[in-house]
RNA sequence: CGCGGGGUAGAGCAGCCAGGCAGCUCGCCAGGCUCAUAACCUGGAGGUCGCGGGUUCAAAUCCCGCCCCCGCAA
């Protein structure tokens, strides 16, 4: 079976390795978006995928736009795919690629669809405190994570869980039921299933604001937050007119006695009022420094104490 | 040339603008006090002030170059 891969970021690497390792599987080129300027100096750097895909030997192709740019339909014809298989290419694609090869395209999704369509799926299972999540394998149609569904597999959340830790589980389930599902799918064993339209949620992409922590949330909620918004947008608020990026805390039983966003110092332990209760916050970087323990951080920054962060 | 903060004792910071004894909190070591402590008291060790050059009687501090860490942005 020959198939063509559409992705992005880190996540897809391990799907993409998986097929090109499948001897049944002819990965014959990848597509991915164009180098971004990125990181402090701006420089253009190519996807995690395209890195991959050229250290493999795969022909890679960058697309500004699979709707504007005209050659793209046929550049892919070309290529005479059986199927186009697309993990977090990053951008819609569009009817006339979708119907090019024979088997259509199939998504894997981070979610268990219809729940949690869209491109945050499971900061979200994190951030509301989902028992499990999953993920999904689908055909691809003309909206937003809205096709039916080929096989999902669900994978449980534990109270610890972070965003590095799902995409880990997700990296170490996804890609095997994902090369079984092709060949089961190809084989004509399945029969795609139409997505429950009243069950469906939508996540958006998050950007930096929704990482600012709201204290009057609630202690819980701003603990799983933090796990969720891991890496990107991280979770901060302010003090002083200075970002603190708050890494990891820890619900205490301390009653909330003061207004939320209060800063008290216990035993030389970093308090913050969350709302409901006490927030104690382990881990902390303060605007253009690095990352610290609390007790560091209280070594040099003690007037902390009583203060208000928003 | 995207914008900005930083590098000072093991950790976190102040001192720099305005040059003049190397400081603070914590930790560490020794001793004391206490039924007791993440408590208190006394003493102590620990420093190429990121690196190289320049100015000066004198540089952590001013000037030039370089290295490294980080926030924003993307």
């Given at each position: 079976m020959k198939i063509v891969f559409f992705g992005t970021p880190s996540l897809a690497v391990p799907f993409l390795e998986t097929l090109v390792d499948n001897p049944g599987i002819q990965v014959v080129a990848?597509?991915?978006?164009?180098?971004?300027?990125?990181?402090?100096?701006?420089?253009?750097?190519?996807?995690?995928?395209?890195?991959?895909?050229?250290?493999?030997?795969?022909?890679?192709?960058?697309?500004?736009?699979?709707?504007?740019?005209?050659?793209?339909?046929e550049t892919l014809k070309a290529l005479g795919a059986d199927a186009f298989v697309v993990v977090a290419y990053g951008k819609l694609i569009p009817a006339d690629i979708l119907n090019i090869p024979r088997l259509g395209c199939v998504n894997v999704h981070p979610s268990l669809l219809p729940k949690y369509r869209g491109p945050s799926p499971m900061q979200w299972a994190i951030a509301n405190g989902d028992p499990d999540t999953g993920v999904t394998i689908m055909q691809l149609d003309e909206g937003m994570d809205t096709g039916p569904i080929l096989a999902f597999?669900?994978?449980?959340?534990?109270?610890?869980?972070?965003?590095?830790?799902?995409?880990?589980?997700?990296?170490?389930?996804?890609?095997?039921?994902?090369?079984?599902?092709?060949?089961?799918?190809?084989?004509?064993?399945?029969?795609?299933?139409?997505?429950?339209?009243?069950?469906?949620?939508?996540?958006?992409?998050?950007?930096r604001e929704d990482g600012r922590i709201d204290w009057k949330k609630g202690v819980a909620g701003i603990e799983r937050m933090v796990r969720a918004y891991e890496g990107w947008p991280g979770t901060w608020t302010e003090w002083n007119g200075k970002r603190l990026k708050v890494l990891s805390v820890q619900p205490t039983d301390l009653k909330a006695d003061f207004p939320p966003g209060t800063v008290q110092v216990k035993d030389g332990r970093l308090m913050v009022e969350g709302g409901d209760g006490t927030l104690e916050i382990l881990t902390i970087q303060p605007e253009g420094k690095a990352a610290m323990p609390a007790s560091a951080f209280l070594a040099g920054y003690s007037e902390i104490n009583g203060a208000t962060l928003a």
């Open positions: 990848a597509v991915t978006q164009p180098d971004k300027p990125v990181g402090r100096r701006h420089e253009l750097a190519p996807s995690p995928l395209k890195r991959s895909a050229q250290m493999r030997g795969i022909p890679v192709f960058e697309f500004a736009s699979l709707k504007k740019d005209p050659s793209a339909v597999e669900t994978i449980g959340l534990d109270d610890t869980e972070t965003l590095t830790s799902l995409t880990k589980k997700v990296m170490a389930t996804g890609p095997a039921l994902l090369t079984s599902t092709l060949k089961r799918f190809a084989a004509g064993e399945i029969t795609p299933i139409k997505q429950d339209e009243s069950k469906a949620t939508i996540t958006n992409l998050l950007d």
